[in-house]
């Protein structure tokens, strides 16, 4: 599967951004689709994502009640809709893919095969 992930931009604190994700390929509704997200110094974080298993939204403590992630299997599509935007959302965020992640690990980046190029994030006080 191929990810191109779009949507970021230059917004103030408390603003909102919707990320989307495009894929190609087929099966896509059998992979498990995240989003991470790496900011200057930092490690790449777990944001939020869809484990295809059992098709629940799993977020980080970090962005859960401002951040909601979607995915549109037709489209093939995900979607990562940011409200309440702080500078500590400040990142380069990336949609990654896997069809053979288990729960247990699907917060570890390198459990990822498939990644999109990022895309920028900056949030301003």
């Known amino acids: 599967v191929q990810l191109q992930a779009s949507g970021g931009g230059l917004v103030q604190g408390g603003d909102s951004l919707r990320l989307s994700c495009a894929a190609s390929?087929?099966?896509?509704?059998?992979?498990?689709l995240v989003w991470f997200r790496h900011a200057p110094e930092k490690e790449r974080e777990f944001v939020a994502g869809?484990?295809?298993?059992?098709?629940?939204?799993y977020y980080a403590d970090s962005v859960k009640g401002r951040f909601t992630c979607s995915r549109d299997n037709v489209k093939k599509m995900l979607y990562l809709q940011m409200n309440s935007l702080t500078p500590e959302d400040t990142a380069n965020y990336y949609c990654?893919?896997?069809?053979?992640?288990?729960?247990?690990?699907?917060?570890?980046?390198?459990?990822?095969?498939?990644w999109g190029q990022g895309t920028q994030v900056t949030v301003s006080s």
């Open positions: 390929g087929d099966t896509f509704s059998s992979y498990t």
């Open positions: 869809i484990y295809s298993r059992n098709s629940r939204t």
């Open positions: 990654a893919a896997s069809t053979t992640v288990i729960l247990s690990s699907m917060r570890r980046s390198a459990a990822y095969k498939y």
